[in-house]
C-alpha cells in the first residue's frame, strides 16, 4: 500500500506565497518522477511541474519563474514553492508520484489539497 498526503493549501491573496508539500509513505521500494497537477474549477486537471529522481525539473509555461519543485534527499517527499499568486492560480493541487513497489511499478496519487488565491 502507498499513500501520498498533501499539505499546505490554503486561502491567500494575489501576489502572495504558499508552500505545499507531499508525502509518500508505505510499501515503497523506491521512487521515480514525482510531481504536482492542479484542476481549475470546472476544468482538467493539469501538470503543474514534475521532477525526476535525478532532480531534473519541469514546469508549465504559466508557472515558469513563480513556482519551484523541489525533493528531499530521501526522495519520498516533494515540495512546490509558489511565489506571485494569481486568481487563476486557484484550483486543486495533487501530488502524483511514479512509484515502484516490490514488484509493480506504477502512478499514486494524493488527495488533493485547495489552493484558492483572492484578487
Known amino acids: 500500500q502507498v499513500k501520498l498526503v498533501e499539505s499546505g493549501g490554503g486561502l491567500v491573496q494575489a501576489g502572495g506565497s504558499l508552500r505545499l508539500s507531499c508525502a509518500a509513505s508505505g510499501s515503497i521500494f523506491s521512487i521515480n518522477a514525482m510531481g504536482w497537477y492542479r484542476q481549475p474549477p470546472g476544468k482538467q486537471r493539469e501538470l503543474v511541474a514534475t521532477?525526476?529522481?535525478?532532480?531534473?525539473?519541469n514546469y508549465a509555461d504559466s508557472v515558469k519563474g513563480r513556482f519551484t519543485i523541489s525533493r528531499d534527499k530521501a526522495g519520498n517527499m516533494v515540495s512546490l514553492q509558489m511565489h506571485a499568486l494569481k486568481p487563476e492560480d486557484t484550483a486543486v493541487y495533487y501530488c502524483?508520484?511514479?512509484?515502484?513497489?516490490?514488484?509493480?511499478?506504477?502512478?499514486?496519487w494524493g488527495q488533493g489539497t485547495q489552493v484558492t488565491v483572492s484578487s
Open positions: 502524483k508520484g511514479d512509484v515502484t513497489t516490490g514488484v509493480i511499478r506504477g502512478d499514486y
Open positions: 521532477i525526476t529522481s535525478g532532480g531534473s525539473t
